[in-house]
């Protein structure tokens, strides 16, 4: 970890001039960080589950594997406030005050074994007034579990659903 980053973790952001965003973008891959000329405008922590189905491959004849149906999950403040809501398809990110977003997955990076990915979204424009109004990306990092069951997919259990608990942190970007 170098010396910056351990001051900007310590307090010290304000007499460095390290920002949320610089501290957001040092360690997530570089596929998923946010262009320049953005900020953090609110962060939560998404807690849920991932609804995955049982499927026949369609560029595969006779092959099966668990297809990502949708999000479900709770997003909290860094208190554990709910503040929002995520689920789809498709998906949408919704304040507690009604305004909502959906976006555009621009790019995935890995995030460990068992983790789903990182991910950034580039936001349409909000619906209705509120907490979701102006956000131009969705940063999802810190990611915990999510991922395809381990249970074997096969013609046999062709059509079952199984859900998946996650976490992960959302970071929603606004333009400077």
Same mark, same amino acid.
């Given at each position: 970890m170098d010396a910056k980053k351990i001051l900007c973790?310590?307090?010290?952001?304000?007499?460095?001039?390290?920002?949320?965003?610089?501290?957001?973008?040092?360690?997530?891959?570089?596929?998923?960080?946010?262009?320049?000329?953005?900020?953090?405008?609110?962060? =939560?922590?998404?807690?849920?589950?991932?609804?995955?189905?049982?499927?026949?491959? =369609?560029?595969?004849?006779?092959?099966?594997?668990?297809?990502?149906?949708?999000?479900?999950?709770?997003?909290?403040?860094?208190?554990?406030?709910?503040?929002?809501?995520?689920?789809?398809?498709?998906?949408?990110?919704?304040?507690?005050?009604?305004?909502?977003? =959906?976006?555009?997955?621009?790019?995935i990076a890995p995030a460990g074994e068992r983790n789903i990915s990182h991910q950034l979204v580039k936001a349409n424009p909000a619906e209705g007034k509120g907490a979701m109004t102006g956000v131009t990306y969705i940063q999802r990092v810190a990611t915990k579990g999510g991922v395809a069951p381990a249970k074997a997919c096969a013609t046999a259990n062709e059509g079952e659903q199984q859900i998946v608990d996650y976490q992960a942190d959302y970071l929603f970007w606004a333009s400077k």
């Open positions: 973790l310590t307090g010290l952001t304000l007499a460095l001039g390290c920002s949320t965003s610089a501290f957001a973008q040092m360690d997530v891959p570089e596929a998923v960080r946010v262009p320049d000329g953005h900020k953090v405008a609110m962060e =939560t922590v998404g807690v849920g589950q991932i609804t995955y189905e049982c499927q026949a491959k =369609t560029e595969m004849p006779g092959q099966m594997a668990w297809v990502f149906m949708g999000p479900k999950a709770a997003l909290n403040d860094r208190s554990g406030k709910q503040v929002g809501k995520y689920y789809g398809p498709p998906a949408t990110w919704e304040s507690m005050d009604g305004s909502k977003v =959906t976006g555009t997955q621009v790019a």
